[in-house]
């Protein structure tokens, strides 16, 4: 479990990435240090051995030579020898403690050929079991100046133990620096990996909670939490999500009250109408009044069911829009001539305004006509007696506006945003009017965006309420032209 946390993960990523860093610029810097130390250790050696070559082309007598040579040797913990161009030995350092015999004539022809050809060489060993231990051995041509060819050859011998001891300081160098690169680079990626980890924590509790059915359940990001954009953002995001759905839980709720009560009005009515009917407390010459307000209320249940079941599948774009070309004019003719008795109850005015006799839309025709049924009906309810309705039809390109005015008390500038919602009523007393379900506006918007259009409301109050939507403008059938042109 610990491996597998986001705390151990990032932890572990920065330990190992620091430790890889650390041995691969480790090696390299070994590599880098073990060759400088060589080449070092080279230059020494050859300044070292010119210098012996100089001593003897100034022809120093070789006693002399050899006394120099040898406290030279000694001094220096170094090993000298000194050959002719045959191999042969003139001068042996002995006394410098790496000699491994009583005595050498010559060194072997392996050892030596190189050097003997007139070129500069190094060794690295015993050679051939002369040192008593593996040494580097720097190998310098003595060159005749007047052309002659090779005179011989200084060999100039260090103890590889020196080198080493030099690389093992270094390797101890490292080792401490990288011991404390390592404890630093722990502390600090404990510390960044607990930051990162810490309000990626804060935010799971949050959504535990949440699915545990705690709906005010926050993200609270301290400010150095908040430091880190993309973490500020997943809070943020956390938060908004959980507002949105918990404001959709609450409005699922009262959803589910305002269903209940609009069902509730019908079904009381039709079931104290039934009993009075079957226990005889309403007399058998009103039973047929009584029994057509119950098949009123049945159709009004029935009606309400039909409504919430075309939500449920607006909701969940079930609702499918079959689009056609028809005449938006004549859907509006026959949706007004459907209110015709209202319309006389309340002698309300009606004003129809189009542009052109014909005009056509594509959109679906049956949902459109239940828009402007729903729209026509409200402005009907709330237009004050002997007021009036305005309906306009604007073609524009390739849309066609339609506008819904009517006289009466308006709507509040307040209110205007949330006619739409489902169940939203502006006047709350309207929940005991048998003829409004609050749903009718909160149909139609979702019926105008599920034909990726839009319906807007403008209104002022105690004066008149306008609804304007658009359709996509049509074409009228090549069948319909004709009969229009008989």
């Known amino acids: 479990m610990f491996g597998k946390t986001l ?12 430790l890889v860093c650390i041995i691969v610029l480790g090696s390299l810097q070994m590599v880098l240090m073990t060759n400088y130390i060589a080449r070092q250790s080279e230059e020494s050696l050859a300044k070292s051995a ?4 100089t001593l003897i082309k100034n022809s120093v007598p070789a006693e002399n030579l050899s006394v120099y040579l040898s406290g030279f040797a000694h001094s220096s913990d170094k090993h000298i020898i000194i050959l002719n161009s045959r191999s042969g030995v003139i001068i042996n350092t002995e006394a410098s403690g790496f000699f491994a015999r009583d005595q050498l004539s010559f060194v072997p022809n392996e050892y030596s050929k190189v050097v003997l050809s007139g070129q500069k060489n190094t060794i690295i060993g015993t050679m051939g079991g002369i040192f008593n231990q593996t040494m580097f051995t720097l190998q310098l041509p003595i060159l005749d100046e007047n052309g002659g060819g090779v005179l011989g050859a200084v060999f100039i011998s260090m103890p590889i133990p020196e080198q080493q001891k030099m690389t093992n300081e270094l390797f101890r160098v490292l080792s401490f620096s990288a011991i404390m690169v390592c404890i630093i680079s722990f502390l600090l990626s404990y510390m960044l990996s607990r930051r990162l980890s810490t309000p990626i924590s804060k935010i799971r509790t949050s959504a535990v909670e949440f699915a545990k059915g705690n709906l005010e359940a926050r993200v609270d990001l301290g400010k150095s939490d908040a430091e880190t954009v993309e973490i500020k953002e997943l809070g943020d995001t956390f938060n908004e999500m959980a507002a949105e759905l918990e404001k959709a839980e609450e409005t699922r709720m009262a959803f589910i009250s305002d269903v209940s009560h609009e069902l509730r009005t019908p079904m009381t009515t039709i079931s104290g109408f039934v009993y009075g009917i079957l226990d005889d407390t309403i007399p058998p010459e009103k039973q047929k009044e009584y029994l057509t307000i119950v098949h009123s209320e049945i159709t009004r249940l029935s009606r309400l069911v ?11 774009d079930k609702m499918v829009i079959h689009q056609t070309n028809f005449d938006i004019n004549e859907t509006i003719r026959m949706v007004i001539i459907s209110l015709e008795k209202k319309l006389e109850d309340k002698k ?10 014909y005009c056509y839309v594509r959109a679906d025709s049956d949902s459109i006509k239940r828009v402007l049924t729903n729209l026509l009906d409200n402005a009907v309810k709330f237009t004050y007696p002997e007021g009036k309705i305005t309906v306009t039809v604007t073609p524009k390109q390739q849309e066609v506006y339609i506008s ?7 709507i509040p500038e307040e209110q205007q945003r949330m006619i739409f919602e489902r169940l939203y009523k502006v006047d709350k007393s309207r929940s005991e009017n048998k003829e409004g379900t609050g749903i009718g506006l909160y149909l139609v918007k979702q019926i105008i965006r599920a034909h990726g259009k839009n319906i807007i ?3 002022k109050e105690g004066e008149y309420a306008e609804f304007v939507f658009n359709l996509s403008a049509g074409r009228r059938s090549d069948k319909r032209e004709k009969t229009e042109q008989k």
Request: aromatic share 10%.
């Open 404 to 410: 819904v005015h009517n006289t009466g008390c308006g």
């Open 306 to 316: 039909n409504t919430f079941l075309d939500i449920t599948r607006l909701n969940s």
């Open 457 to 459: 409301v403008n209104s």
């Open 348 to 357: 309300i005015d009606v004003d129809l305004k189009f542009s052109d006799q």
């Open 7 to 18: 705390f151990s993960r990032i932890f572990f990523i920065n330990i190992i990435t620091v």
């Open 50 to 53: 010119e210098s012996i070559v």
